[in-house]
Antibody, heavy 120, light 108 residues
């Protein structure tokens, strides 16, 4: 059974850093592209970042470019999102999601999310 | 980026009724690269429809998707109690991929 479990969400001050984790089971991260998607309070879903199946390519939404870093550890089957220079507008529930096999960004499995709060 | 506007924001219906949810794009979504997801409180989002009209694995046939260009629709033919949730559309045609703000389907 495919499962994605996020962790690492916390209350952090503006300008602070946080690393989110997404533990995958039931499949190998080395075979799938993965994304982080977030939902701020009262807003819709927003794609944040993606890492390719090979791990060689990464993409970022403009809001996180230069501040966020997506990575993975295939041996631990865990996806990460390092978030630096956090801003109030980064507060959200962060979901990891598995992209279906192929090149299209259709997400067939999601985690339940981890909450990031940015406040002083 | 492509802005997806979902309507209505909230839809109040009774079990057994038909639900029609709309997703309008700010520019044409070619190749019908549009998906629909369902999210229930405290649960992970679930893929329902991709390619505008293809049902994902294990999705009941009461869920159907249609549309092209800038106007897309998710239809639930006869609502079951477990269908009351929030629904999101997503376009994956024009980078960056974008999502709608959601339609909440609530029990009347």
């Amino acid at each position: 059974e495919v499962q994605l479990v996020e962790s690492g969400g916390d209350l952090v001050q503006p300008g602070g850093s946080l690393r989110l984790s997404c533990a995958a089971s039931g499949f190998s991260l080395g075979s799938y592209a993965m994304s982080w998607v977030r939902q701020a309070p009262g807003k819709g879903l927003q794609w944040v970042s993606m890492i390719s199946e090979s791990g060689d390519n990464t993409w970022y939404a403009g809001s996180g470019k230069g501040r966020f870093t997506i990575s993975r550890d295939v041996s631990k089957n865990t996806l990460y999102l390092q978030m630096d220079s956090l801003r109030a507008e980064d507060a959200a529930i962060y979901y990891c999601a598995r992209r279906r096999l192929g090149q299209l960004s259709i997400y067939d499995y999601w985690g339940q999310g981890t909450l990031v709060t940015v406040s002083s | 980026e492509v802005v997806l506007t979902q309507s209505p924001g909230t839809l109040s219906l009774s079990p057994g009724e038909r639900a029609t949810l709309s997703c309008r794009a700010s520019q044409s979504v070619s190749r019908r690269y549009l998906a629909w997801y369902q999210r229930k409180p405290g649960q992970a989002p679930r893929l329902l429809i991709y390619g505008a009209s293809s049902r994902a694995t294990d999705i009941p046939d009461r869920f159907s998707g249609s549309g092209s260009g800038t106007d897309f629709t998710l239809t639930i033919s006869r609502l079951e109690p477990e269908d009351f949730a929030v629904y999101y559309c997503q376009q994956y045609d024009v980078p960056p991929q974008t999502f709608g703000q959601g339609t909440k389907l609530e029990i009347k």
